[in-house]
């Protein structure tokens, strides 16, 4: 019977929570990453999955392979957005690109519930569709949490003093042609109301 090698690799734990989620600088793991940036990678390649590393913005996530025809070997589970979803995805890459050519001092952009909210506002033309997606914004915020596009940054007792930090690595997973597809996609749902 053949010997099989079971020596765990050293940086096991770096790749078992990359494939979990997202690593941020502020995260343990975010040094042994950085360390051993190269062998994950070497050892991802090989199952057709791509390690982004950020390191000037402090982050690092997964990203699969895709074959001719868009297809992928499915490790990485896809989850679609909703219309709301969408709409904020689009409202906070766009807002941090403005914060990015407004404001060259400040290195992250901090948002609180109450800009968030009035933020939409401005967005929506319609009452009825802003009024539903008020409703909704604390779920949305949460999903936004959720997918590593916010970090909630101070917790208060009033709503509209929650502040959250927009996380850069938005910028990476709707880049600026996903952006305009998005745009593209809510525009045509939108003229078919």
Not at 58 to 85: C, N, S, V
Request: net charge negative.
């Amino acid at each position: 019977m053949e010997n099989i090698d079971t020596t765990l690799l050293p940086y096991a734990p770096v790749i078992v929570r990359l494939l979990q989620g997202s690593i941020y600088y502020e995260d343990k793991l975010w040094g042994e990453l950085v360390l051993n940036q190269f062998p994950i990678e070497r050892y991802l390649r090989q199952i057709g999955i791509d390690l982004i590393v950020e390191e000037k913005d402090g982050y690092a996530f997964l990203r699969q392979k895709e074959d001719e025809d868009g297809k992928t070997i499915g490790l990485i589970r896809r989850m679609p957005l909703t219309y709301e979803q969408t709409l904020l995805c689009i409202l906070l890459r766009e807002w941090l690109d403005e914060f990015e050519i407004t404001d060259t001092e400040t290195r992250n952009l901090y948002i609180s519930h109450k800009q968030f909210r009035e933020r939409i506002e401005m967005f929506f033309k319609e009452k009825s569709n802003q009024a539903k997606l008020l409703r909704n914004l604390d779920t949305l915020i949460k999903d936004m949490l959720g997918l590593g596009f916010l970090k909630k940054i101070e917790d208060s007792p009033y709503v509209d003093d929650l502040k959250y930090e927009v996380r850069r690595i938005i910028k990476s997973k709707i880049t600026a042609d996903k952006l305009l597809e998005f745009k593209q996609k809510l525009t045509d749902y939108e003229s078919q109301l």
